[in-house]
C-alpha cells in the first residue's frame, strides 16, 4: 500500500492568495483527519471526517479554512485568503473502524505564507 | 479535557545507551489508549508503540518499551540500545475509547543520538 498521499509536499505562496492542499488516504480507510503542526502550538486536530462526512471542525481556526470529502479516496484543505500565520505543516491522516485502530499519517505538507 | 504533557524538551543519548523519554496525562477517563509517536526529519509521523489503558502489561516493540503507571498517570518510553536512527521528536498521544478519533499530543521530545 501507498500510504497516505499528500500533494503538494512544499507550497509557497503570498498572502491573499487561496491554497489548496490534497489529501489521498489508505484504500480502505472510512476516517480522515486534518491536523496542523505549529511551534507554538504543536499538533492540533483541524478536522475529520467519517465515511466523507464532516464530523468535528471545531479545531478549524477561522471562516477562511474548509474541507472536503467529496469522495472515499480525496480530500481537500482549503485557505482562503491566506495569512502568514497560517504557515504550518499540514497533516492528513486516515484509518479504518475498529476499537483498536490507529491513525496512519502522510508525509505532510510544509506551507508558507508570505 | 484530557491534557498530555511532556516535560522534556530535548533530550540526548549516546548509541548503544538507553533513554527514557517523559510523559504524563490527565483524564477522568478510565478507558483509553496512550501512543507514542516518532518525528524524524522527513516529517513522517510513524507509530512506535501503543498501550491499552485497561492492560496492565507494559507493551513492547523490539527496542522500545513503555512503563505504564495508570494511577500516576504516567506513560514513559525507553528506547534501549540507541541507534543513530532513533534521532527525531517523539510525540506522546492520547485517545478517549468513548471520543476515538480525537487524538491529543503532546508538545514533543526532541532525541539526539550522539555516535
Known amino acids: 500500500d501507498a500510504g497516505v498521499i499528500q500533494s503538494p509536499r512544499h507550497e509557497v505562496t503570498e498572502m491573499g492568495q487561496e491554497v489548496t492542499l490534497r489529501c489521498k488516504p489508505i484504500?480502505?480507510?472510512?476516517?480522515l483527519f486534518w491536523y496542523r503542526q505549529t511551534m507554538m502550538r504543536g499538533l492540533e486536530l483541524l478536522i475529520y471526517f467519517n465515511n466523507n462526512v464532516p464530523i468535528d471542525d471545531s479545531g478549524m481556526p477561522e471562516d477562511r479554512f474548509s474541507a472536503k470529502m467529496p469522495n472515499a479516496s480525496f480530500s481537500t484543505l482549503k485557505i482562503q485568503p491566506s495569512e502568514p500565520r497560517d504557515s504550518a505543516v499540514y497533516f492528513c491522516a486516515s484509518r479504518t473502524s475498529g476499537r483498536v485502530y490507529e491513525q496512519f499519517f502522510g508525509p505532510g505538507t510544509r506551507l508558507t505564507v508570505l | 479535557a484530557q491534557t498530555v504533557t511532556q516535560s522534556q524538551p530535548e533530550m540526548s543519548v549516546q548509541e548503544a545507551e538507553t533513554v527514557t523519554l517523559s510523559c504524563t496525562y490527565d483524564t477522568s477517563e478510565s478507558d483509553y489508549y496512550l501512543f507514542w509517536y516518532k518525528q524524524p526529519p522527513s516529517r513522517q509521523m510513524i507509530l512506535v508503540i501503543r498501550q491499552e489503558a485497561y492492560k496492565q502489561q507494559n507493551a513492547t516493540e523490539n527496542r522500545f518499551s513503555v512503563n505504564f503507571q495508570k494511577a500516576a498517570k504516567s506513560f514513559s518510553l525507553k528506547i534501549s540500545d540507541s541507534q543513530l536512527g532513533d534521532a527525531a521528536m517523539y510525540f506522546c498521544?492520547?485517545?478517549?475509547?468513548?471520543?476515538?478519533?480525537?487524538?491529543?499530543f503532546g508538545t514533543g521530545t526532541r532525541l539526539q543520538v550522539f555516535p
Open positions: 498521544a492520547y485517545r478517549s475509547v468513548s471520543l476515538p478519533d480525537k487524538l491529543i
Open positions: 484504500s480502505g480507510h472510512n476516517s
